[in-house]
C-alpha cells in the first residue's frame, strides 16, 4: 500500500508520457481549426466552448487537426434555440477523395416547440443512401448532451448520451465495404439547407431571427491518430476496450428502445426505394 500511494503520481504520469493512445479533452483550441465562416465560429472560454453562427451570407464550421483511423469520439452539443427550421448542425468524420468514407450526424432543425431529427449516414467508398433518421427524447436546444461516433473494425456505432441508437456492422465478406484504410477527420459546421432540412424542405429558414448559433464543448478522441503514414496504435495496442467493443444484451436492448420509439426513417424499411431488393447489409444475419 505504502508503495503504491506514494508512487502513484509518478505511475500515471509515466502511463501518460507512454500512452500511445491520444486522448484530448476539454480544449477545442488546442484540436481543431476553423475552416470557414469569415469570423462566425468563435472560441469561448479559452476555448472550452465554441460556438458556430449562420446568417443569410454564411454558415460556418471547424475540423479536426489530427486524422484518424478508428476511435470512440465524443463531442457534446447545444443545438439552435427557437426557430431552427431550415438549418442544419452537423459533427461526422470524413475522408478525403472520391471514393471517400463518412459517417455524420446531421441535426435538422424545426420550428420552436416541433421535433429536431437527428439525421445519420455512413458512407463507404463514396456511396452513402444509408439514411437513419431520429427523434430525440429531451429537447437538445436546452443544454449540452454528448453525440457519440465509435468506429473499430467490427463495427461503426451512434450514440446520444451513452444510449446507443444505430450500429452499422461490418459486414464485408458479404461484399459491403467497411471503412478501413483511408483516414478521416472530424469536421462540424452549421449551414443553411431550408430546401430539403424541415419538413422535407416545406419549411424555411426565417432568416428575421438570424444569426442562429449552436455551441460545442468538450471534444474527446480516444482515437489512432495518423501522422506520415503512421498509427499512433501498434497492434499490440489494439486491446483499447473501444477497439474490441460490441454492443451487449443491456446496449442492444437500449438501442432496442430508441429504434421502436424514435426511429423516424430507415433506408433499410423503405422498400420503395430499392426496388431491386434492399441493400446487403439490412439482409444479412449475424450473432448479435
Ligand atoms: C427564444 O425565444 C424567446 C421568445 O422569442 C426569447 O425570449 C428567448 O431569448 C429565445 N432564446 C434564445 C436562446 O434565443
Ligand atoms: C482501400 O480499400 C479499397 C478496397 O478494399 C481499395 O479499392 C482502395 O484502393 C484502398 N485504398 C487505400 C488507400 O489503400
Ligand atoms: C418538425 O416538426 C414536424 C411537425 O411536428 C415534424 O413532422 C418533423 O418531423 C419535424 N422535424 C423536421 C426536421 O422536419
Redesign the pocket.
Known sequence: MAFYSCCYPFLILFLVATSSFVVAFGNLYKDVDVTWGDGRAKFLNDGKILTLSLDKASGSGFQSKNEYLYGMFDMQLKLVPNNSAGTVTAYYLKSQGS?WDEIDFEFLGNLSGDPYIVHTNVYT?GKGDREQQFYLWFDPTADFHTYSILWNPSHIVFYVDGRPIREFKNVEPFGV?YP???TMRMYSSLWNADDWATRGGLVKTDWSQAPFTASFRNFNANACTWSNGASSCSSSNNNKPWFSQELDSTSQKKLKWVQNNYMVYDYCSDTNRFPQGRPVECTVRTNN
Do not use: A, D, L, W
Request: overall charge positive.
Open positions: 471514393s467508398q465495404p478501413k484504410n483511408q
